[in-house]
């Protein structure tokens, strides 16, 4: 059984830190990138990060780039998203994605699985 759960969401103030972790199981963890999007209510799906589960190359959108790191141990199966200096505009519903590169890493299209989402709320 493929499972990917999000954990380490939150009410936090501006500036305020999170980190966010993902549990992967059923799966090869070093044949996918995982990802992290996030999802806010009348808004399209966006890619906020990505790692490789191979050789740990990571990927960043340009709102988040010098305030989130992605990590992972793959010996654990885990993928974290350090998110520092939070704003208003990362609130969010947070989902972790498992898929192989066929597209861009920011398309969710090209992530197969899916976890349930951690709500991140940030106030101003």
């Known amino acids: 059984e493929v499972q990917l759960v999000e954990s380490g969401g939150g009410l936090v103030q501006a500036g305020g830190s999170l980190r966010l972790s993902c549990a992967a199981s059923?799966?090869?963890?070093?044949?996918?990138?995982i990802g992290w999007f996030h999802q806010a209510p009348g808004k399209e799906r966006e890619g906020v990060s990505s790692?490789?589960?191979?050789?740990?190359?990571?990927y960043y959108g340009d709102s988040v780039k010098g305030r989130f790191t992605i990590s992972s141990d793959s010996a654990k199966n885990m993928v974290y998203l350090q998110m520092n200096n939070l704003k208003p505009e990362d609130t969010a519903l947070y989902y972790c994605?498992?898929?192989?590169?066929?597209?861009?890493?920011?398309?969710?299209?090209?992530?197969?699985?899916w976890g349930q989402g951690t709500q991140v709320t940030v106030s101003s």
């Open positions: 994605a498992a898929g192989r590169r066929r597209s861009w890493w920011w398309d969710p299209g090209g992530y197969e699985f």
């Open positions: 059923g799966f090869t963890f070093d044949d996918y990138y």
């Open positions: 790692i490789s589960g191979n050789d740990g190359s990571t």
